[in-house]
């Protein structure tokens, strides 16, 4: 994660006729800490005059709830100001970002709060304005790496749930929701995967009231009766993951063979959603910015490419033969009993500028 680029505290937030979307936040956050100034940290320069960090602001408030932590809750994935968006049901992207960090033992409301989340959630707002796509509840994120820079954590994952706390609205300019971001193990992403996200979180609400994130803990699956209420989940309802986002993501067509190119550091998990997704009658797609592959369950094999989408439909035996082809090295192979050919290379991990910064396969 890259380190916050411009930050500086901000001792009071405009309230006025001009700032509708920021005062509807403000209306959320004071019905809920009426007794509290927040600590707000706004962007010395702002994205649109070409700042790096595209929230105009984070609030962070100290709370008691569930166990002591620090909320924290952006400002400017929504339309703040004047409506500019052509949709006036949804007030810009249609959601802000928090965020709960477990407070260590004997930290209070003086203490200065981390500042390592503001990092986090402006790289997740900065993926949100290059790219266009926006989370939802039940998404998650493999963050390439420790969620909190510098530190040693196992949590490398993050997940998205509406807050517990902070119900979706109506504002001027639209349909308003907070998206709780919550730090998550690989085995517990993993989970997710194979059954329900939110269903996951659910599941794990015990042990992490309010999804409170703490870098310190280890993994929830280590609980025996969690890990068994998921793999019980999986094997009767297989798994909820429609949308599995890619690094590497391409094809070609080569007169009636198209060649799917995808990264090897994922192919895992697309061979783990096709069983659980396909074999379950549901569809699966593939997604890399603007171009997305999807593959459907059927009762004949059928390929569709386009320049910008795909859709493949497959037969039990070519599921059967395209999941031993996703278990090989970097390669090309033929799936038999298809059009298709799956090439599989290395894949580039990108940091927020788009370098790479490490190689797999």
């Not at 998205?160 to 639209?174: H, K």
């Not at 989408?309 to 278990?327: K, N, P, Q, V, Y």
């Amino acid at each position: 994660m890259k380190t916050l680029s411009s930050c500086e505290v901000v001792t009071t937030m405009p309230v006025d006729d001009a700032t509708p979307g920021w005062d509807a936040i403000n209306g959320a956050l004071g019905s809920l800490y009426a007794d509290q100034q927040a600590r707000h940290f706004g962007a010395a320069l702002a994205w649109t005059l070409g700042g790096k960090d595209p929230l105009d602001g984070i609030s962070v408030y100290w709370s008691e709830a569930g166990r002591p932590h620090w909320h924290y809750v952006s400002y400017g994935l929504s339309e703040l100001f004047d409506k500019q968006s052509e949709d006036p049901d949804v007030s810009g992207f249609g959601f802000e970002l928090t965020f709960r960090l477990a407070a260590p033992a004997g930290a209070g409301p003086a203490d200065p709060p981390p500042t390592w989340p503001m990092n986090l959630l402006q790289n997740l707002a900065r993926y949100v304005f290059q790219t266009g796509n926006t989370f939802e509840a039940g998404h998650h994120l493999d963050a390439h790496g420790p969620i909190a820079a510098d530190r040693a954590t196992l949590l490398h994952h993050v997940a998205f749930i509406e807050d517990p706390q902070l119900p979706a609205r109506d504002t001027v300019n639209g349909r308003l929701a907070f998206l709780q971001v919550v730090g998550l193990t690989a085995d517990e992403v993993e989970a997710m995967r194979r059954w329900n996200s939110e269903a996951m979180l659910h599941a794990m609400a015990a042990a992490m009231p309010l999804w409170i994130t703490d870098i310190a803990r280890s993994s929830l699956l280590d609980d025996p009766a969690l890990s068994a209420v998921a793999a019980q989940g999986s094997e009767q309802h297989g798994s909820s993951t429609g949308l599995l986002l890619l690094e590497t993501l391409d094809w070609r067509v080569d007169g009636d063979t198209t060649t799917l190119v995808l990264g090897v550091g994922q192919v895992a998990s697309v061979r783990e959603l096709l069983g659980l997704r396909l074999g379950h009658g549901r569809p699966l797609v593939l997604a890399s910015g603007a171009r997305q592959w999807e593959f459907l369950p059927g009762a004949q094999e059928a390929l569709e490419p386009g320049d910008d989408s795909a859709r493949c439909t497959l037969d039990a035996a070519g599921l059967r033969a395209l999941l031993a082809c996703l278990e090989q090295p970097c390669g090309r192979y033929p799936v038999p009993g298809t059009h298709m050919v799956l090439e599989i290379v290395p894949t580039l991990l990108r940091d927020a500028q788009g370098r790479v910064v490490r190689e797999i396969g």
